[in-house]
């Protein structure tokens, strides 16, 4: 595949994500909020915003949430027994209250976004959910907007974007 940007750009785009969250998460208490990230690269990014918003003294100490979808999605199992089977161990994590914040890395059909909406609301009711991508296709097949955006790429449809955290 061909590259469409570098670990230069990639370090401007989520310093400036890190920014906007910071900014978005203005006023609120830090022990009401809990980041999520999809399974695998929204994970990888939740944990460099978390860094990063740690350097700019706006510790979220809650652990990341790590979650798995793949049982969620709607075009990977019909089978509908299996959807309140989470295979990660979150048994931990009450959602109830609080703010949930969703990171994914990329942002296309919003279906993978769909399933963790699902996800997130069988550990609980949270106060407030919000989304937060590194890149966004915009070829949403659901109506998902996300709160928070790296940065908007025009990239034709066939190819797949795929951002790699070193």
């Known amino acids: 595949g061909s590259q ?3 670990n230069n750009d990639l370090a401007i785009d989520l310093q400036r994500v890190a ?11 830090p022990a009401d909020i809990v980041f999520v990230g999809i399974l695998t690269n929204g994970v990888f990014f939740a944990k460099r915003v978390q860094e ?3 350097k700019m003294d706006k510790p979220i100490t809650t652990p990341i949430m790590e979650l798995d979808i793949s049982l969620y999605r709607d075009d990977i199992s019909a089978k509908k027994d299996y959807m309140s089977v989470v295979k990660n161990n979150n048994l931990l994590f009450n959602l109830d209250g609080k703010h949930v914040v969703l990171f994914d890395d990329v942002l296309s059909t919003a279906r993978t976004a769909r399933a963790a909406l699902n996800a997130i609301f069988d550990y609980g009711r949270p106060q407030k959910v919000s989304f937060v ?17 790296g940065k908007v790429l025009d990239v034709d449809f066939k190819y797949r974007v795929n951002v790699g955290f070193i």
Not at 19 to 29: K, N, R, T
């Open 19 to 29: 920014v906007d969250v910071f900014d978005y998460l203005d006023g609120q208490a």
């Open 4 to 6: 469409l940007f570098d």
């Open 52 to 54: 990063k918003l740690n």
């Open 133 to 149: 991508v590194l890149y966004d296709r915009q070829n949403r097949q659901v109506p998902i907007e996300p709160n928070v955006v």
